[in-house]
């Protein structure tokens, strides 16, 4: 896996290259797409923001649905233009929206072990469920149940600018704009040829992605009508947490040194009394102990997931009379995701060991009957190798295997996605003032999930079930072949025939459909206030949605017998109606006046009616409404605020979903004696919390001896509620727009915004639910309530285990949640001409107040605003910015771009880390030098607990090399920043994954990209 010098080499040499090829072009006079006066690239206000028709000759303002192009709202909107994108050559949405400060990286390519296929955008880190993605201010079919868009499928090639409106956008885009939206813009009616093709490689030489598209578009019949083709692929190559040396081993976060699974090779099995002993390298029996060697493994996962792509995106408009234009827009896509992750096998699934399987030493046999009470003389006649179930002195012990089949090979999960939306219209004059738009589309997207290299967990217990080496008892599944669990990796037992009855391909397909129609009329009265000149302008209108979605599982996947699939896949089908009424209105009170050059009010309502598919269920009606106001008391500066209510129906996996065991993420069981790697790390339970252990699943003979969560992670238990009701957003920003006279082309925005949700559709964090029974604001009554619902491995005493008898912590859904963030935007955009070279910089930066998650009213109210967890996620830095400074000289764009994230620490490391459901054994992790196990890292000196601020260049040419010829390269990461280290357990395993947070710090390292562009 590792990378050769000669790749490198070869690598550093085309750079070079194209380096000097920047330079021997330079003397050519060129036109640059950034010029003096013109918004710089990077992120923009609204007020820089092009608002002319879109590929369809629609105009869209984001945050209304009132048509006016020389509108500028009071809702402030970051704008991120065409010649950005072009800049930072992003290959697909999510790689855009990711870096933006805001906008907390959610699912995307760095994401490997929870990535479903999809990809999508956490606005103010309310959720990626809280915000709404649109294409040209419609939203389009969702990838899935949760009812989000999949970015994969923007078609980047035509976009012209990205609008990102912070804030409740119900009023005007329905339920679920509750954080903001994202508003992708395509391009106004094009004509001519474009074809982009771009290479981007890793200095390691590993992780190529190569993306190709050809754009066409043509205006004819005098000018009456307008339509674009557009056509693309793009090919993402993997790269495996292996091939760099922070991510090779996996370390804990608890002890720096080698972590990994206890799902490991050779095998552990649940020892009554003894905890888990793992059996020694020769198969012949257990090593003294708990301590056991943990299974790495990550060189088996990967940083860049892979990742194919076909889309193709189709646009037109025409005017069949001077009043009435009919326009259309569709869209498909096909692209495929594959995650990669180590190999399966068994995750402490209870097996019954007969005491004549033929790979039972005489050492290990003895220890199994000793601990399990069986004599020393029925355990020898147990051996006799005739007995068969149902005879006379048959015996068989039962016992949690860990037990990780390397020999199958990796677990791959392909997601393959065919996706289509579309779109036809007409819209027309009712007045010389007064338009009309009326518009239906429809869309479906399926995602078929082909699950491979997953072990049976039946089919494991079979393998056991045997008396000789060549064949299984009787009632075991057919082709049963016995397998010797108890001896080394590869032994002779793991043949072919053995590795097919183990493992089966499994599927599970998603499919989500959306219908919708929306008729409007928008425009003015033809009147207007005494002291204002423009008129006043409204909008009204109906809208109408359908959505449907269906999870169908096979019988494996929705048993839940895959191992190491996290739980089973339920069947899940349904759907519901909205239907509503919507209205708004814009008023210019005075304008043109002293102080007073302009003062505008506006103002919203939206009313839904919902209907959802199940029986006796009534449905629920829900209220919107916003209103702001803007003042610009003089030339040069505005003074802006809003205030909107805003509401998120429950989705379809909310209100649908089964209850099912799964996994979630937790570092500490407060009932455990022993580390994930078998070393003590506190004294047995006694007194109360000894009670509450026991009145969990745990049991005598086992909870003295109960280990951490392996890797972090521990069964919960969970599903949908159709008694949910629809979450109430409140949210509200104030604040001005400066663009001096004095100084030409210079513009600054600062915007406080502040969004409550209350009665928020929520679980508790893994934290709440351990606090609540053990912690300071816990019941620590071995009969509550919180306690009992915690449910233990009755072979183990610890939260991991065969789903089906270990449920774990119990993390329902509920309306008691509550979440508020708040902050300061601020956005500055100035542009230069000095003579010999033109001077354009754009930055946007966030401050975060706070980003507070409250699950239950008797829970801790969290505020994650400068750290990280396991209960947080992802680190949530309280300062992020964006920069990016561009010099156009003699034709040819050097451009860079400065990104900065703020420093975090670890949750535990609060002050009130009590309160926060930590206690003093796990309120830190580890701190010092890495010590001689941690591989490739030892010496280096670390410290988990924080993790420093991080700033990331980026640098860019841009340059014409003919005419119609425009050749851009560009090095990212520039000065090659290594990722925070943080082990494996530090974070939720979606995001803490390969030893840091690849999602939000740069994983890879010092990247190339190339491109080329040709225009006629």
């Known amino acids: 896996m590792r990378t050769t010098f000669r790749s490198r080499l070869l690598t550093t040499t085309l750079f070079v290259g194209a380096v000097m090829a920047a330079g021997s072009a330079s003397a050519q006079q060129v036109d640059s797409t950034v010029t003096p006066g013109a918004p710089a690239p990077g992120v923009v206000t609204q007020e820089g923001a092009d608002t002319a028709p879109t590929a369809t000759g629609d105009i869209v303002v984001t945050g209304t649905l009132i048509k006016n192009p020389n509108l500028v709202q009071a809702t402030p909107v970051k704008v991120v233009g065409a010649d950005e994108i072009d800049l930072q050559q992003a290959n697909v949405a999510e790689e855009l929206l990711r870096e933006l400060p805001g906008i907390t990286p959610s699912i995307g390519s760095a994401v490997n072990n929870g990535n479903g296929g999809a990809s999508f955008a956490n606005l103010r880190n309310l959720g990626s469920n809280r915000n709404v993605v649109l294409l040209d201010g419609v939203r389009l079919v969702p990838a899935e149940l949760n009812g989000r868009f999949d970015l994969n499928n923007v078609p980047l090639a035509l976009i012209d600018r990205v609008d990102v409106l912070t804030g409740g956008a119900s009023t005007t885009y329905g339920a679920d704009a509750v954080s903001g939206v994202i508003n992708f813009i395509t391009r106004r009616n094009f004509a001519g040829l474009e074809a982009n093709v771009s290479q981007q490689i890793s200095e390691e030489g590993d992780g190529s992605v190569f993306r190709a598209d050809v754009t066409i578009g043509a205006n004819f019949d005098d000018g009456r009508g307008n339509a674009v083709f557009s056509i693309g692929y793009q090919e993402s190559d993997p790269i495996y947490q292996g091939a760099r040396d922070y991510g090779f081993l996996a370390l804990s976060s608890g002890t720096g040194g080698g972590g990994g699974s206890g799902t490991a090779v050779p095998s552990r099995f649940s020892i009554p009394g003894q905890g888990t002993r793992q059996v020694n390298a020769d198969g012949t029996a257990f090593r003294p102990g708990n301590a056991f060697t943990a299974f790495n493994f990550n060189p088996f996962n990967v940083y860049q997931t892979p990742f194919d792509r076909f889309n193709i995106y189709g646009a037109a408009n025409y005017e069949v009379s001077d009043d009435v234009e009919v326009y259309t827009r569709g869209i498909f896509s096909k692209n495929t995701v594959s995650t990669i992750i180590a190999p399966s096998g068994s995750f402490g699934v209870a097996v019954d060991i007969p005491l004549n399987n033929p790979f039972l ?331 509450i252990c026991l009145a969990q699943g745990a049991s005598a003979a086992n909870v003295d001896s109960i280990a951490q969560p392996i890797s972090g992670q521990a069964n919960s238990t969970g599903g949908g509620n159709l008694l949910l009701d629809p979450e109430v957003g409140k ?130 109210n969290r505020d994650c605003v400068g750290y990280y967890s396991a209960n947080c996620g992802q680190p949530i830095p309280e300062w992020q910015w964006s920069v990016r400074g561009t010099a156009t000289v003699e034709g040819v764009d050097i451009s860079l771009l400065w990104r900065h994230i703020g420093s975090t620490r670890y949750e535990g490391a609060a002050g009130d880390f009590v309160a926060r459901g930590f206690d003093e054994d796990s309120r830190f992790i580890f701190e010092g030098t890495l010590p001689a196990s941690a591989g490739r890292l030892a010496g280096r000196q670390v410290n988990f607990n924080r993790i420093e601020a991080k700033d990331y260049f980026d640098l860019t040419t841009r340059f014409n090399v003919a005419e119609n010829l425009t050749f851009t390269a560009g090095i990212q990461n520039l000065f090659d920043i290594e990722p925070p280290l943080v082990g494996g357990e530090a974070g939720s395993t979606t995001f803490n994954s390969g030893n840091t947070f690849p999602s939000t710090y740069d994983a890879i390292g010092r990247r190339y990209v190339m491109a080329a562009k040709i225009r006629f």
């Not at 391909?505 to 206030?529: C, E, K, N, P, W």
């Not at 103002?603 to 209220?623: H, V």
């Not at 100035?830 to 070279?837: L, M, T």
């Open 731 to 860: 949210s509200w920003t104030a604040g001005v727009v400066f663009t001096p006279t004095f100084v030409p082309r210079l513009s600054i925005s600062v915007d406080y915004f502040n969004i409550k949700v209350d009665g928020a559709i929520t679980s508790p964090a893994p934290g709440d639910a351990i606090s609540a029974c053990f912690g300071a604001t816990g019941t620590n009554s071995p009969t509550s309530a919180a306690c009992t619902s915690i449910r233990r491995d009755p072979l183990t005493g610890g939260l991991n285990g065969d789903p089906n008898t270990t449920p774990g912590l119990f993390l329902s859904l509920s309306n008691l949640g509550r979440l508020e963030t708040s902050g300061i935007d601020v956005t500055a955009n100035y542009a230069h001409d000095i003579g010999f070279a033109k001077l354009s910089l754009a930055g946007s930066m966030t401050w975060t107040d706070k980003s507070t998650f409250q699950a239950t009213a008797a829970s801790f």
């Open 361 to 691: 030493t005489d050492a290990l046999r003895n220890t199994f009957c000793s601990a399990n009470g069986i004599s020393a003389a029925a355990c020898a006649a147990a051996a006799n190798p005739t007995l068969t179930p149902g005879d006379a002195g048959y015996q068989t012990v039962t016992s949690a295997l860990f037990r990780r089949a390397t020999e199958v090979g990796p677990r791959v999960s392909e997601y393959s996605t065919q996706f289509f939306d579309y779109r036809l219209g007409a819209r027309g004059a009712i007045t010389d003032t007064i338009d009309w738009d009326v518009f239906g589309s429809y869309g479906e997207s399926e995602n078929l999930q082909s699950i491979q290299g997953y072990t049976l967990n039946s089919r494991v217990a079979d393998s056991f079930l045997a008396n000789n080496t060549t064949s299984c008892f009787d009632g075991t599944a057919a082709g049963c072949v016995p397998i010797n669990w108890f001896g080394p990796q590869g032994n002779a037992t793991w043949t072919d025939a053995a590795v097919d009855f183990l493992n089966e391909t499994s599927t599970v397909r998603t499919r989500t459909t959306l219908a919708q129609a929306r008729a409007t009329i928008s425009g003015d009265f033809g009147v207007a206030s005494p002291l204002s000149d423009n008129p006043i302008s409204f909008a009204v209108g109906g809208e109408y949605r359908r959505y449907s979605a269906s999870q169908a599982s096979d019988t494996l996947a929705a048993s839940g017998d895959l191992g190491g699939a996290g739980g089973p896949a339920p069947n899940i089908t349904g759907g519901y109606d909205v239907y509503e009424a919507i209205g708004e209105l814009i008023v210019p009170l005075i304008q043109n006046r002293p102080f007073f050059q302009d003062l505008t009010v506006e103002g919203g309502i939206r009313y839904s009616s919902y209907t959802i598919d199940a029986a006796g269920d009534p449905g629920f009606n829900t209220t919107t409404w916003k209103a702001a106001g803007s003042w610009t008391p003089f030339n040069g500066l505005k003074i802006r605020g809003n205030y909107a209510r805003a509401v998120r129906a429950p989705n379809i996996a909310e209100l649908f979903s089964p209850v099912t065991t799964g996994l979630t993420n937790l570092q500490d069981d407060p009932c455990a004696t022993f580390d994930d790697n078998g070393n003590r790390i506190r004294p047995n339970p006694t007194g109360t919390l000894r009670a």
